[in-house]
């Protein structure tokens, strides 16, 4: 009798411990480090305030690019290119899942060193979707810039995805250390509306990989020998 009860506690605390480790599996810190550098909301850079319409987190190793950027969460590939400011970015959209309250969620990521995702990929929480550096408008460091955007329709697929929210919102239970640092960014542009998927100054993956050399170049992308993406890698759970 006594071992069938603690056998049952037994099995009892491992469903505990399953569940826990499943909902826990849901959203995932996007970098390698827990350093943030900068948080949403208003700031002052160079004696201007404009707001911050993501979180900034630094590199493991400060000043260092290629530390794996992961997906917060499941979701699908809306956009992966080349933005003037934004430099590699990833826009992902999270359709209403109860670990996000059942909002329809964007999440972006900016300033990446380079893109392993493409459009219309699947996503997990914790798939590698490319490295973090200092592209666009990065220049004072190596860092991920992380957006979250609500969706005001019912899916992320429209133009209207503006509605920047705090990304801590839904990253509220990791601990993370603040060290304001100058590893931030500063927007050449000033709407917010120009850091969706249809600025002018945002070339899709799709586009870019249409492009001569000597257009990538005009566009300002970095590397424009070197374009390329891992299509149809096979995602790793980190
Ligand atoms: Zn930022």
């Known amino acids: 009798m006594k071992k069938k009860l603690i056998g049952s506690i037994f099995v009892l605390v491992l469903c505990i411990s399953f569940a826990s480790v499943s909902l826990a599996a849901q959203i995932f810190w996007p970098t390698q480090s827990t350093r943030v550098t900068s948080e949403y909301g208003m700031r002052t850079l160079n004696g201007v305030t404009k707001m911050h319409y993501g979180m900034d987190i630094g590199a493991k190793t400060a000043g260092v690019a290629g530390d794996s950027v992961k997906s917060i969460h499941n979701g699908v590939v809306y956009s992966a290119g080349w933005h003037s400011s934004y430099g590699n970015v990833v826009y992902i959209n999270h359709n209403g899942s109860n670990q996000m309250n059942y909002v329809n969620v964007q ?27 200092e592209t666009g408008s990065a220049a004072q460091g190596v860092h991920l810039h992380l957006e979250t955007r609500n969706c005001p329709t019912s899916a992320c697929n429209t133009v209207s995805n503006t509605d920047a929210t705090n ?70 759970l980190q």
């Open 107 to 133: 999440s972006v990521y900016a300033h990446l060193n380079s893109l392993s995702v493409t459009t219309g990929n699947t996503v997990y929480g914790g798939t590698v979707i490319g490295t973090m550096g």
């Open 167 to 236: 990304p801590r919102t839904w990253l509220s239970g990791f601990i993370t250390t603040s060290v304001p640092s100058l590893e931030v960014e500063e927007y050449e542009h000033e709407s917010y509306s120009d850091l969706t998927v249809d600025s002018p100054n945002y070339y899709p993956y799709e586009t870019l990989v249409e492009m001569s050399p000597q257009e990538l170049k005009a566009i300002g992308y970095p590397n424009p020998y070197e374009l390329e993406i891992l299509t149809d890698s096979t995602y790793s």
